[in-house]
């Protein structure tokens, strides 16, 4: 059971939506984790159903706007009837939104050995969220702005959290919920130094110098040797504007 009478998600992971196109032998990865995501609303859900009477009429505001900023496709209104009345299905379109946001996603790695872990992260536990520190520029006010309502979200969850860390956590995802995902080749994942190298390639510079470094040349294809970097990088410069 995904989704509660009550509203509450077991964190259960859903696959996700067709149209996102995530590249071949590759995933899509949060930047706020899912079982954060999973705890805040969970928390907004059981905070609804202890809540006085001032408490309630905010909450439910809280959730009918955490619920259209997510980009769930239907009425929040909707959403919060089922909520109100413990009437919600085991599985809803919900939980997609619940779990997955575009804002809130970068493609990268699979687990799979055989495609090399990137140098950067050469444990296959590592954590694949810490690459978004080397992101293309355009992209770094929106990793901040997830931070610091991830942070929010942990301050709700502590035990008797401030009720007003989730206005400002709403807030900050408010400012981001039109982006779309961060793409593969907008990661500086072949390590190029200094960084301020990959930042200055404009967008379809980094598309080629991606596709040079992934698909060009024996070995794996997350492991390129300082050369063929180099020269990926060179290609990448001459060839698009």
Known sequence: ????????????????????????????????????????????????????????????????????????????????????NHQMPAHHRLETALCWQRYNVFEGPTANLEYGRPAHFPDRAANLDSPLGRCAREHIIRVGRLRQASEYMDAFLVPQGPISAVHWCLAQLNQVRQLDMIRV??????????????????????????????????GLPWRRSLAQINHAYDVAVAAAP
């Not at 705890?39 to 859900?45: E, G, H, P």
Request: glycine share 6%; aromatic share 12%; net charge positive.
């Open 1 to 84: 059971m995904a989704l509660a009478p009550d509203g509450t998600w077991d964190g259960n992971r859903p696959a996700l939506p067709l149209a996102w196109n995530i590249r071949a032998h590759m995933v899509a990865h949060h930047i706020i984790d899912r079982l954060t995501l999973c705890q805040f609303w969970n928390r907004l859900i059981n905070q609804r159903a202890a809540a006085n009477v001032m408490q309630l009429a905010y909450l439910d505001g809280a959730i009918v706007s955490y619920v259209q900023i997510i980009g769930y496709q239907g009425s929040a209104r909707a959403i919060l009837h089922l909520i109100q």
């Open 185 to 218: 080749h907008d990661i500086n994942w072949y390590g190029v130094m200094p960084f301020t190298r990959f930042t200055a390639l404009t967008e379809p510079q980094r598309q080629r110098f991606f596709e040079e470094c992934y698909t060009r040349g024996p």
